[in-house]
């Protein structure tokens, strides 16, 4: 049980990191470069999961079974925790319908994620 906590939180540190250094990054690019509201989004997300899954990893490498389940509750600790990460840097504090789909997305993602890396473990 301890390896499988110290996991969940090396796992969401991992991928809070990835994260965040990402944003930052994806900041000053668009400081440089003009991008539209749609492509910040979708960059945005995109960094999200890739997070997520490298998260994942390193549960998937800890964990004999329900590695889907340990995926998904990966999807959600980091969703929460990025969440007030970025409240903090933003100052602002809302929690709206939004961070219920995006929780549900991130621990679809985290399933997913887990399910791919056993798939590959398997080959």
Same mark, same amino acid.
């Given at each position: ?42 960059? %945005? ?5 890739? *997070?997520? !899954?490298? +998260? /994942?990893?390193? $549960? =998937?490498?800890?964990?004999?079974? &329900? ?28 929690? %709206? ?5 995006? *929780?549900? !997305?991130? +621990? /679809?993602?985290? $399933? =997913?994620?887990?399910?791919?890396? &056993? ?5």
């Amino acid at each position: 049980m301890k390896n499988i906590v110290s996991a969940h939180i090396r796992g969401a540190i991992y991928a809070l990191a990835l994260t965040v250094s990402g944003i930052f990054g994806f900041a000053i690019l668009l400081k440089y470069v003009g991008l539209g509201g749609g492509a910040v989004t979708a960059i %945005t997300q995109a960094l999200k999961a890739i *997070s997520i !899954f490298f +998260g /994942v990893m390193v $549960i =998937v490498k800890n964990v004999a079974k &329900r590695a889907w389940l340990h995926g998904g509750i990966l999807g959600v600790i980091y969703t929460a925790a990025i969440f007030l990460i970025l409240s903090v840097i933003d100052k602002g504090f809302n929690l %709206t319908e939004g961070f219920i789909f995006e *929780s549900a !997305f991130a +621990g /679809v993602l985290g $399933i =997913v994620s887990a399910m791919l890396l &056993r798939l590959r473990k398997r080959a």
